[in-house]
């Protein structure tokens, strides 16, 4: 566990008691900035108990998922780290940090990426992530931490006429 400002909060891998604080924040992340993530509030809201809990459990060897947790086990944020078999590097992937949270004096968003960076330095030497081309506080806080454009687009699958802007930061 790394310990968070003031210790108000440590940052760790989620396990399946994290279930119910994990679907909060995802709500609470795509009522926030739905244009970040790839699926809507109304679909999250429909996924059962089993979805959440195994969304949370953290059993994949191709995945991991960190949370930024208070004392009283509400996550105050969260980054996860993907590798599909058909990908060399890593993904990182849902990102997002409560707004009163955000910001460097509280560092939180630094502690995530940094477990997630650990985690993926174990499988490659890169990271990678999409951005929406209109999300220029991620593209800001990424291009500060060393990401940097590759110059490959895709289509935002919500939206097909936006794009989202792949990024890549080296690891060693």
């Given at each position: 566990m790394t310990p968070g400002a003031?210790?108000?909060?440590?940052?760790?891998?989620?396990?399946e008691a994290d279930w119910m604080a994990y679907r909060e924040l995802r709500f609470e992340m795509l009522a926030d900035t739905p244009l970040a993530?790839?699926?809507?509030?109304?679909?999250?809201?429909?996924?059962?108990?089993?979805?959440?809990?195994?969304?949370?459990?953290?059993?994949?060897p191709s995945s991991r998922l960190f949370a930024a947790v208070a004392p009283d086990g509400r996550w105050l944020g969260t980054m996860g780290g993907y590798h599909s078999a058909r990908s060399r590097e890593p993904h990182l992937v849902g990102v997002y940090v409560t707004p009163s949270f955000r910001g460097r004096e509280h560092g939180m968003a630094d502690a995530l990426l940094d477990a997630v960076v650990d985690w993926a330095s174990e499988r490659s030497d890169r990271l990678i992530l999409e951005v929406h081309e209109q999300n220029a506080g991620a593209i800001r806080y990424y291009q500060r931490r060393g990401?940097?454009?590759?110059?490959?687009?895709?289509?935002?699958?919500?939206?097909?006429?936006?794009?989202?802007?792949?990024?890549?930061?080296?690891?060693?």
């Open positions: 003031g210790a108000d909060w440590v940052v760790r891998p989620s396990t993530y790839l699926e809507t509030l109304e679909t999250a809201r429909r996924h059962d108990d089993e979805h959440w809990r195994r969304r949370a459990a953290n059993a994949s990401f940097s454009f590759t110059g490959r687009t895709l289509p935002y699958p919500l939206d097909r006429s936006a794009r989202e802007l792949e990024m890549a930061v080296a690891l060693r």
